[in-house]
């Protein structure tokens, strides 16, 4: 079975510039996930999708965050303008229905991000 | 809000010896406790969940116990070996959604 796909792998830019990472999770899998893990830290859950739709996005820094899942399969997340602080691995996981018992959370490797 | 605290931050164990992180949660409504082990540059990768239902589990050499009453949960790794060394990080939920994870516990395994 393949595994949630992330890209890019690294990406470097300069503050107030804009960035965008592209998530492709298992297939069949309805429930997608953003986090964020700042080096040292535990990941931090940004937003939550089911099918195309939102389920949580409390955490995610909407002045500045935004993502998206169109037809509920890929799943895009971009910073707009990006701070220092947001210098992070972003991490994608996707699960098959979230909220079940029988349900078990799959990450990508994740997009590591550096804003200099 | 759900809040999980994990210790120690970095624990060092000889070859062979055992190894316990330990994990304490706030939402006595959460029922799905999982573990990650995190290698350098990877990505977390489940090694071993429990559900609220049961108070222990155990895998090869590898084992959580849960305690619902005091609002902690354990992982036990017995036998270590150099490939254990990694991050590992506990998280809880209700069900599978919107794990809140810990901070992390840096395991070195000593030749």
């Known amino acids: 079975e393949a595994g949630v796909a992330q890209s890019p792998r690294y990406k470097i830019i300069e503050k107030r510039q804009s960035v965008a990472f592209w998530c492709n999770p298992i297939?069949?899998?309805?429930?997608l996930y953003w986090y964020q893990q700042i080096l040292g830290q535990g990941p931090k859950l940004l937003i939550q999708?089911?099918?195309?739709?939102?389920?949580?996005d409390s955490q995610l820094p909407k002045d500045r965050f935004s993502a998206e899942r169109l037809k509920g399969v890929d799943s895009t997340l971009k910073i707009q303008p990006a701070k220092l602080e947001d210098s992070a691995v972003y991490l994608c996981?996707?699960?098959?229905?979230?909220?079940?018992?029988?349900?078990?959370?799959?990450f990508g490797s994740g997009t590591q991000l550096s804003v200099l | 809000g759900e809040n999980v605290e994990q210790h120690p931050s970095t624990l060092s164990v000889q070859e062979g010896d055992s190894a316990v992180i330990k994990c304490t949660y706030s939402?006595?409504?959460?029922?799905?406790f999982p573990w990650y082990k995190q290698e350098l540059g990877k990505r977390p990768q489940l090694i071993i969940d429990?559900?609220?239902?049961?108070g222990e589990k155990k895998d090869q050499r590898i084992a959580v116990t849960l305690n619902k009453t005091a609002k902690h949960f354990s992982l036990h790794i017995t036998e270590t070996q150099p490939e254990d060394s990694a991050v590992y990080f506990c998280?809880?939920?209700?069900?599978?959604?919107?794990?809140?994870f810990g901070t992390g516990t840096r395991l070195t395994i000593i030749p």
């Open positions: 996981a996707s699960s098959l229905e979230g909220g079940t018992v029988r349900e078990k959370l799959f």
């Open positions: 297939s069949g899998h309805a429930t």
């Open positions: 999708f089911q099918n195309n739709g939102v389920v949580d």
């Open positions: 939402d006595s409504a959460s029922n799905y």
């Open positions: 429990i559900r609220s239902n049961v």
């Open positions: 998280a809880a939920s209700i069900f599978a959604e919107k794990l809140t």
